[in-house]
């Protein structure tokens, strides 16, 4: 025999009558479980829409940084495209070296270099530690070391004599002021140019660039110290350069120290 189950009631105020009546609850559990719930529904439902705002516009910054980042690496590609580049031809005839370097990037307005052979020194301690590198420029390499930019060949021209020039014997000499001092020492000779021309933004640029591989670079900022010296090449009995190579190991070892 099947039992009823007993509606429940609740008392209920009427207006009309001023009387409270007794009424059965017709609503469902279900009902109920849903009108008890409405409220804490409504409030994650809006939690959830702001939390979903929140990464949509995360998203959309993301999105406009990294089109920022594509666009300002296209205008630096452009710009380089369009920017000067040069390689270094060395050209021998009868009385003289030939020194022709050629733009083989974008055009240039106005411009000028001054060259020179130059002694790149890299300095070592005597744990063989790198301390820093030199630049001794080698003066009076070059008979004509200044030339302006020549439109008709897009290049500039240096040159020198067949003379023989006493370099070896200035890295010998540089050395040995070097190792005298308590240190160690690697030397390559290369060229040397110090660029100055207008791009075809119209701006004036000023470049320090050596030889390496027959492609004319930019010295590179490493950060690490660095010196430069100017001799006269023909001048191998002045000891000036002794005491300038002294006072820049001297340079060196106090940056180090503080530095590294």
Known sequence: MKTRKKKSKYLI?????????????????FQTFLE??????????????????????????????VANDISLNEQRIEDLEKQP??????????????????????DIKYGNVFGDVVLIVAVYNEQYDYLGKGYILLGGYLEKDFSTYDFETNSFEMYSTL?????????????????????????????YFDFMYTD?????????????????????NTGDYEFKI????????????CSE???????????NSVYN
């Open 13 to 29: 105020y009427n207006e009309n009558t001023k009387l409270l009546e007794v009424k059965a609850d017709t609503k469902s559990k």
């Open 163 to 191: 003379e023989p020039k006493p370099v070896t014997q200035w890295v010998d000499k540089i050395q040995e002021i070097i190792i005298e001092q308590g240190f160690f020492c690697g030397i390559e000779c290369t060229e």
């Open 36 to 65: 008890r719930k409405k409220i804490y529904f409504e409030t994650v439902m809006m939690l959830a829409l702001s939390i979903a705002g929140v990464i949509v516009s995360i998203v959309s910054v993301k999105v406009a940084m």
């Open 245 to 255: 190579i002294k006072e820049q190991l001297e340079h060196l070892v106090r940056y």
């Open 85 to 106: 580049a040069f390689i270094l031809d060395i050209e021998a005839d009868e009385d003289k070296m030939k020194y022709v370097i050629k733009n083989v990037g974008g």
């Open 200 to 220: 075809y933004k119209q701006e004036m640029i000023k470049k320090t660039m050596v030889v390496q591989g027959g492609i004319i670079k930019d010295i590179e």
């Open 230 to 241: 100017r001799v006269d090449i023909d001048d191998l009995e002045n000891e000036q350069i």
